[in-house]
């Protein structure tokens, strides 16, 4: 089973899954972006290298580990996946996290009204369905706490739960 581990930057995907938290191979996807070259250059605007999802599909194809595995990354719910995991923030702390690890304002900014907007969300349950699709709102969570959570999606002991997460009140401050 392949579980997509997806959500805004900074809400914690790459945290929960390091040091082995899982107990299932992770692939990094945006480290497979940049190291084998699966992308289409570098975004002006934000910096940031643009992914050539086609390559990104065919090398996952190609590389992915055979049995259970989670695929990690904010695009990872643009793959094939037999189930969804959607990180959730609070979208002032998920701001606060990005200034502190070097983003700059405008970009910690834009990532906090798209978490309010639910649009890494929206994206997953237009591409897989709401059924496939899981929630945790990673906010107050420990990395271990997050990994639990993603190892109960790959158990089949958590229910879909998209659309259970609201910080649409962020935009009206």
Do not use: I
């Not at 090398?59 to 992915?64: G, H, K, S």
């Not at 595995?69 to 904010?74: P, Q």
């Not at 978490?115 to 994206?123: F, K, N, Q, S």
């Amino acid at each position: 089973m392949r579980v997509a581990l997806t959500g805004t930057p900074g809400t914690g995907k790459t945290t929960a899954t390091s040091e082995g938290r899982l107990d299932v191979p992770v692939v990094h996807l945006n480290e497979a972006v940049r190291d084998a070259g699966l992308h289409e250059g570098t975004d002006p605007d934000r910096g940031s290298l643009v992914a050539d999802l086609d390559a990104v599909r065919e090398w996952l194809d190609a590389n992915a580990p055979a049995g259970d595995h989670v695929v990690e990354s904010h695009l990872a719910h643009r793959l094939p996946a037999d189930r969804v995991v959607v990180l959730r923030c609070r979208p002032e702390t998920l701001r606060e996290r990005l200034r502190e690890r070097g983003e700059s304002a405008a970009s910690a900014r834009e990532n906090a009204e798209s978490e309010a907007l639910d649009v890494v969300l929206g994206e997953a349950v237009a591409e897989h369905g709401r059924e496939r699709v899981y929630e945790v709102d990673a906010t107050d969570l420990s990395p271990a706490a997050v990994a639990a959570a993603v190892r109960a999606v790959l158990a089949g002991e958590r229910e879909p739960s998209a659309g259970a997460v609201d910080f649409t009140d962020y935009l009206q401050a």
